[in-house]
């Protein structure tokens, strides 16, 4: 999923950007599947042990790519997208390089799944920021306390579709409150 949708916002032509994957789970299923295998004396491949570090799509689409722009992976919980975008902020304010956010997730295991945080399913997202100047559309995040003290959500379900539906359809900003912060993502100029 994360090299599809990485994949669709490459221009061949164009120099590389910069690259954050961000997932909130990572590669936990294959994890997962390692450790049944090893409570289950057998030996776990190899290969899928390597496919279990949270950032093998970040490094394999480096290798496919023979690229070595700078990358890096990041999960943080509820706020994942959040926290990968002002990483993307802070990088672009930095260098002027554009970079590329990849959002990607997939359900836990079963035994997981009751979780209220758990994703509900498989979901990939690829941004490819820049310097606002000239663009025809702009994302827009803020971010200010939260007094709740318990997350209460985007309360319309998975908050990285509601970034997708905001920049696909515009409407009103989709906020989030994580019990620490609240997040706030605005847009203008959405796609048709």
């Not at 979901?123 to 920021?129: D, R, V």
Request: hydrophobic fraction near 40%.
């Amino acid at each position: 999923m994360a090299f599809a949708v990485a994949a669709q916002c490459l221009d061949g032509d164009e120099p590389s950007p910069g690259f954050i994957f961000c997932s909130r789970y990572g590669e936990y299923v294959e994890s997962f599947e390692s450790l049944q295998q090893v409570v289950q004396q057998q030996q776990p491949s190899p290969t899928a042990f390597s496919m279990s570090v949270h950032n093998t799509a970040a490094s394999q689409l480096a290798m496919h790519r023979k690229d070595r722009a700078p990358c890096s992976a990041l999960a943080a919980g509820e706020a994942t997208l959040e926290s990968g975008f002002v990483e993307a902020w802070s990088q672009i304010a930095e260098s002027g390089r554009p970079v590329m956010v990849v959002y990607h997730d997939q359900p836990l295991p079963a035994l997981y799944r009751e979780q209220p945080t758990t994703v509900r399913s498989n979901l990939a997202l690829a941004l490819l920021l820049a310097r606002a100047e000239g663009c025809e559309q702009r994302l827009c995040l803020a971010w200010r306390p939260s007094d709740a003290g318990a997350p209460t959500g985007y309360g319309n379900g998975n908050p990285v579709r509601a970034v997708i539906r905001l920049l696909r359809y515009g409407g009103p900003p989709v906020t989030q409150d994580t019990g620490r912060l609240i997040w706030t993502w605005s847009g203008q100029g959405a796609r048709p």
